[in-house]
Structure formats: structure tokens, C-alpha cells
């Protein structure tokens, strides 16, 4: 039926002097000025943000029989008849803003453009157009009874021209807002997001080297959600921190420079709130900063940490709670490499029901060229024992040309994925990329697990932070050009098969050096960054819905 009503449509395709006959927007009255207003509907919407899509030529919903493709680009060429295409253009739960259509190598007169008005049942033309047509702006009365919005171009007889695609744009449902936090400086390690009771929250390591919490009052968009931080530890001098829901409560890791130790707390109650207990130790140190990853393994907190002489250190707390030091006495060693080589950015979590880990490894004659993602997965459920571990790892990803690999490690779909970043193969200087790599099997416990075939490009994302989402698997970074923040999103789940990556750009001058951290909440995707003008840390997610006002 629909593609009837799209032929019929295009009975008037020759009529090029078509016109509307309005845009048959009712007029919108409302009462006298005085009182309690309304409030502006750009406040309810929430967002502005675009993104922009593309669409190939090749991607018709109708076409004439002489349209003919070369498998991206459509070809008009117009002899004694004309020649047409039409494209279907939809986004289901989101409006287009703009079109651009990308137009090369007209003759003649170049192309005729047409979009359909449903209220007089005609095509509505424009041009010729000899070269690109930009920022049309489609009006509601173009859209089918489906919501769908047609748009067919035609070569009359004597032209021709190539249609390269079109560039969609759309408000992609992101909203922003101020925390009140502002860091004179990004970086990778100093925050960390999770969803608390609810609401968003954010540990982070302040200018004063302080460690501190911050957990949203409401959904984070209200001018009084964010209040002041609660400081953990003042002045700690901290490089690295991370938080995990321990039993359902929030929990840190966190390096201390006070004394030169890796320390962890819990908070007492659920919201985090209130009731934070004193920090215990963890692992102490002469001159290094541990790198660590928390994570809840089998009830009970547990740290994978890098220690002072190039090992990867595992410790699972002996209570739920973790809360005194004793509790972290009994460390399991994975891996001792010995002084002089690279280890860095562990990611604990947990696979197929079992504590793994995956982290960063340079040869330290070639850090460029011999960088490598390092796995290992332990064959309990604690992972307690040093036996429980293999006593190799095996290679996930090898030759990153990377000085860190940053890597991030889930489970996916039935297998362990790594989400990290990695240089350009034709550069020897280390311009970060996100890559991602997901084993064939549950475990991934082989090399063979971890084949170069799997090794997936999601694109030119810098530093990215990888996070299940609902059933979705998403990378967030920021654009290595052009310093965009964008979140790509994984289509398909095959192990072996391409994943259909989808970069959405959530906004600009996202900056910091690695400073995006991307969390779940209420089942959509969330992020804070820092922003590189004024160092305001930004918390967004997909905008809550407004419910609907009453009728009067």
C-alpha cells in the first residue's frame, strides 16, 4: 500500500511548477499575559544536540529502469526518458532537521528535487540543481501516516547526474548539564561513573588532590540536583582511582600520595549519601602509583593492581565489606615481569561467571612497536589462589604502536571483549584510535580465542571507554580530529563478522586528555567529561521524557 501511494505520488512527477498550498499549522492561543507562565518548550525538549547520518545513492526505495548504481553512487542519465529515483529516509523515534544531498557531475539542467505534500497529494519541486542542495528542512506535512519521509530526485530527458548520498541530521535525544565540579586538567584515571540508587554519580580526584564523591540529588538536569562533593580523603595526592557497586553500595579504590598506598572504602548506605567509613589499606608502595581496577567477585570486593616491580597483583577482600585491613592480606601474583617493563591500565571483570582481567604490556626495547592487550582468566569463581590463574596470558590484541593501551575488558554477548585504543599501523608516533577485539569462545583462555580476524576498527575514537549498555555494547571517546565527543555503537554481535558500528556525536569540545567516562543509567547510556574551556565537569544521557500536559 505504501509503495502505492508513493507511485501515485509520482504521477506528477513532470509538474515541475508544483507549489504548496501552505504549511496548515494551527494557530496556538493561549491566555493573557500576567501569572504563572509555561515554560519555554525548548526547556521541556531538553536537547539540541544534532547528529548527522549518512545515506549512500545506492540506497533507493524506488528507482527508474535506467537508475543504475556502482554499488555506493547512483547514476540519472536521462536519454529520452527521464530518470528517477526516490529514497525512504526514516528514523523512527527521531525528527529530521536537515537534508543535504550530495549532487556531482550534472549536465544540462542539472537534477529536479521533489518532497511529497500529503494534504494536496503532489510532489513538491524544486531547481534544477546543478551541485549540492543544502539544509533542506523537511515540515511535518511531508512525513507518511508512518512517519516516514520521501524524497525523489529526477534527471529530465537530455541530463544527468551522480548522486553521491545524503547527510541527515536530527536532535539525537542528548541532554547536559553542569555539575558545579571544575578540573584545572583531564585524565584518564581521574574519574569514575556509575548509577547510584537511581541517580548519577561521579568519584573523581580534585584540583587539591583531594578524593571526592558526588552523587546527583534527582536525574541531574534540575539547577539543584548537584551539591557540594563529599571528600573522601582531603589532599591525597591520588593518580588513579576507580568505583564499583560492592554489595549495592559504592565503593573506591584510590591511590593515596598521603602515604603511599592503595586504599579502598565503602559507603553504608546504598545512595552513598552518608555513612562513608575510613579507608583502609590495601598495598603500600615507595615511589609508585598502582594502577588498579575494582570489581565485586563473588559477593565480595577485589582489586587487580600493578605492582612496584612490573607484576599484576590480585587481592579479593576476606569480608563483603572489605572494611579492615587485614581483609587484604592474601594477594595472588598473575604475572612478574620484572623491572624495566611496561604494565599498565588493568580492567578486572568478570567472564562467563569467573574473575579475568585484561591489561597493558610494552617490550621495553620497542614500546611503540611491540605494545600488546594481555588476557587471563581464572579458572574460579574467586580467584583467590595463584593456581586458580593461568600461568601465561594470552595475547588479545599485539603490534598496537601504543604507549597505553587503556584497555577495558566485559562480557559480551557470551565472550570477553577488550575495548582499548591504539596508533595509526603507518605512524610511528602514538595517535590513538579505538579498536576493540572480542574472543570466539566464552573463556577466551587460547591465543587462538583472540584471532586476528576478530579485531574490529569502530573508528578514530581517542582514549575510548567501553560500557554494556541494556544489550548494547558502546565505546566512548573523543573524535581524533576533530575533538568531538562521540559514542559508537555496536550492531551485531557475531564474533567473527564486522560490527555494525554507529558513531553518534553527543556534543563539542568535549577535551581533557582522556576524560570522558561513559556509565549505564536507568538503562540508557551516560557520561561525564570535562570541558576544555572552563574545566566544568558535564554529566548528559538520553533526555528524560516530558510527560505530556493535560488538555484544557
Not at 265 to 288: E, L, M, P, Q, Y
Not at 385 to 402: G, I, N
Not at 439 to 463: C, F, V
Amino acid at each position: 500500500m505504501r509503495k502505492m501511494t508513493i507511485l501515485w505520488l509520482l504521477g506528477a512527477v513532470l509538474l515541475y511548477g508544483c507549489s504548496a498550498t501552505g504549511d496548515g499549522r494551527p494557530a496556538v492561543h493561549g491566555p493573557a499575559a500576567g501569572g504563572n507562565t509555561l515554560p519555554a518548550l525548548d526547556v521541556l525538549r531538553g536537547s539540541m544536540v544534532l547528529q548527522t547520518l549518512p545515506v549512500r545513492g545506492n540506497q533507493t526505495y524506488l528507482r527508474s529502469p535506467g537508475a543504475t548504481d556502482d554499488g555506493s553512487t547512483l547514476l540519472l542519465d536521462s536519454a529520452a526518458a527521464s530518470e528517477w529515483a526516490i529514497y525512504e529516509l526514516s528514523l523512527h523515534s527521531s525528527e529530521i532537521t536537515g537534508i543535504n544531498v550530495k549532487i556531482d557531475n550534472a549536465s544540462g539542467e542539472g537534477l529536479w528535487l521533489a518532497l511529497p505534500d500529503y494534504e494536496t497529494g503532489r510532489w513538491l519541486f524544486s531547481g534544477p540543481h546543478t551541485d549540492d542542495v543544502m539544509d533542506l528542512q523537511p515540515s511535518k506535512l511531508m512525513y507518511s501516516g508512518t512517519e516516514q519521509l520521501y524524497i525523489a530526485l529526477l534527471a529530465a530527458p537530455g541530463n544527468s547526474a551522480y548522486i553521491d548520498g545524503f547527510e541527515l541530521s536530527h536532535e539525537n535525544g542528548w541532554q547536559f548539564n553542569e555539575t558545579g565540579v571544575a578540573l584545572s586538567s583531564g585524565g584518564y584515571s581521574r574519574m569514575a561513573a556509575l548509577e547510584v540508587a537511581g541517580n548519577p554519580a561521579l568519584a573523581f580526584l580534585d584540583d587539591n588532590g583531594s578524593t571526592a564523591f558526588l552523587r546527583a540529588d534527582g536525574n541531574g538536569f534540575g539547577q539543584s540536583d548537584w551539591g557540594e562533593p563529599t571528600v573522601l580523603e582531603e589532599a591525597a595526592g591520588g593518580e588513579w582511582l576507580d568505583m564499583a557497586l560492592i554489595g549495592g553500595n559504592p565503593a573506591l579504590s584510590y591511590h593515596s600520595g598521603n602515604d603511599k598506598k592503595l586504599r579502598y572504602v565503602r559507603c553504608g548506605i546504598a545512595d552513598g549519601t552518608d555513612g562513608w567509613g575510613k579507608s583502609v589499606n590495601v598495598a603500600s608502595f615507595t615511589d609508585h602509583a598502582p594502577l588498579h581496577s575494582l570489581a565485586e567477585v563473588d559477593g565480595k570486593p577485589a582489586i587487580c593492581f600493578i605492582g612496584e616491580q612490573a607484576d599484576l597483583l590480585y587481592v579479593r577482600s576476606l569480608s563483603a565489606e572489605g572494611g579492615t585491613d587485614d581483609d587484604w592480606d592474601k594477594k595472588a601474583a598473575l604475572a612478574v615481569l620484572g623491572p624495566g617493563y611496561v604494565l599498565g591500565c588493568p580492567s578486572l571483570s568478570i567472564v562467563d561467571g569467573n574473575p579475568a582481567v585484561a591489561w597493558y604490556l610494552s617490550n621495553p626495547q620497542q614500546p611503540l612497536l611491540s605494545s600488546q592487550v594481555l588476557y587471563m582468566r581464572s579458572s574460579s569463581v574467586d580467584g583467590v589462589l595463584s593456581h586458580d590463574w593461568p600461568e601465561q596470558a594470552v595475547v588479545a590484541a599485539d603490534d598496537l604502536e601504543a604507549m597505553q593501551a587503556m584497555p577495558t575488558l566485559r562480557f559480551f554477548a557470551g565472550s570477553p571483549v577488550i575495548g582499548f585504543h591504539a596508533a595509526d599501523d603507518d605512524l610511528l608516533v602514538s595517535l590513538s584510535y579505538g579498536r576493540y577485539v572480542r574472543a570466539s569462545t566464552s573463556g577466551g583462555e587460547l591465543a587462538a580465542d583472540w584471532s586476528e580476524g576478530a579485531l574490529i576498527e569502530p573508528g578514530e575514537l581517542s582514549y575510548p571507554r567501553m560500557e554494556l549498555v541494556g544489550s548494547r555494547l558502546l565505546l566512548l571517546g573523543v573524535d581524533a580530529f576533530g575533538g568531538k565527543l562521540q559514542l559508537a555503537d555496536c550492531g551485531t554481535p557475531q564474533p567473527q563478522e564486522p560490527l555494525g558500528w554507529q558513531d553518534v556525536q553527543l556534543n563539542g569540545n568535549a577535551g581533557g586528555f582522556g576524560s570522558p567516562v561513559l556509565f549505564e543509567l536507568n538503562g540508557n547510556p551516560a557520561v561525564f567529561y570535562r570541558r576544555t574551556d572552563d574545566g566544568q565537569i558535564i554529566f548528559g544521557t538520553i533526555a528524560p521524557q516530558v510527560p505530556p500536559l493535560p488538555m484544557p
